[in-house]
């Protein structure tokens, strides 16, 4: 069977429950994404004298083949690479290249994956 699969579109995603995406300030994806439970996604801050400012940041990309393991928050502006594991409970508050896991708050490379077992 061979499925049409709009250009648009995700080509797959998998979102557990308890997840948040707060997108004000853009949230790229990529393809073939998995989000355990309570993943959250934060793309804007405020500022420290007007918490209702919020203030102008670059979006949070996403790339392609990326696992967030339960409770991973994202911050503003990171960009992660393809092929990233991001392990349980982890704070991401800097960008990440292809090929890594990353884990701890704040987050930070405990492993590289080799590119032929990506």
Known sequence: MKLHQDPTTIGSFSMSTGCYIQALCGVEIGENFLFAPGMRLISVN??????????DTKPIKIGNNVWFGANVVVLPEVE?????VVGAGSVVTKSFPDNVIIAGN?????????ENNA
């Open 46 to 55: 405020h500022g420290v004298n007007n918490e209702f400012k919020s203030m």
């Open 80 to 84: 992660i690479g393809n092929n990233v």
């Open 106 to 114: 704040p987050a930070k490379v405990i492993r590289t994956i080799e």
